[in-house]
């Protein structure tokens, strides 16, 4: 199982995908995380309500020159920088027979366009997000859903994630888990890593 945001998508220098959407669109990033991200993405990330539903009543106070799509086209394409080395590293483990997933934190209109757009779906079994089951990492719940979703034990599955909060709820529900950072190959991360089923130690 690979987290998208921090692993996949990784941006240049550290960068934030609306670092220059004031002078782009007009609209402070500051602001919209404070009328939108704080006050209702969780609700959005976990399937509880839509994106553009929330989003559209909160741009016609703040930024009403810009559309609840607009914005989103823009967000979804500043927020696409794959790492392509490590894409290339897992695509070679899934051509030795290894089934690799995405786990990841997303609302159902970002996953579709991670999955269909920047096509992951040519380079991953299947995608498992926070909407879909309408809870996310590190709640255990998440990993319980995966699992009955895969069909798989708890033993057979591996995460590899940026956020130490998320390897350490993966490894307490009994998954193996490494902490991503971009500084190693994936070939060092997991060298330390022993698993029963190399076949779907990769998941």
């Keep these: 199982m690979v987290d998208v945001d921090g692993v996949v998508v990784r941006h240049p220098a550290g960068r934030r995908w609306d670092r220059d959407m004031q002078a782009d669109l007009g609209l ?8 939108f991200f704080a006050a209702h993405f969780q609700d959005v990330v976990t399937g509880r309500a839509d994106l553009h539903d929330r989003l559209a009543p909160v741009l016609a106070e703040i930024a009403p020159h810009l559309t609840s799509q607009a914005l989103a086209d823009y967000w979804f394409a500043q927020d696409a920088h794959l790492d392509l080395a490590l894409l290339d590293d897992l695509a070679r483990l899934r051509a030795s027979g290894a089934r690799l997933h995405l786990a990841t934190v997303q609302e159902h209109h970002r996953a579709r366009y991670l999955w269909e757009t920047l096509g992951l779906k040519d380079r991953f079994d299947a995608i498992h997000y926070a909407a879909d089951y309408g809870v996310g990492k590190p709640d255990p719940a998440f990993f319980r859903a995966v699992e009955q979703r895969t069909g798989l034990p708890a033993s057979d599955l591996l995460l590899i ?11 307490a529900c009994g998954w193996s888990a490494v902490l991503w950072d971009g500084t190693q190959t994936l070939s060092e991360v997991l060298g330390g890593q022993r698993h029963p089923n190399p076949s779907s130690y990769f998941e």
């Design 28 to 35: 402070d990033p500051g602001l919209l995380q404070q009328r």
């Design 161 to 171: 994630d940026d956020s130490a909060r998320n390897v350490e709820s993966a490894r």
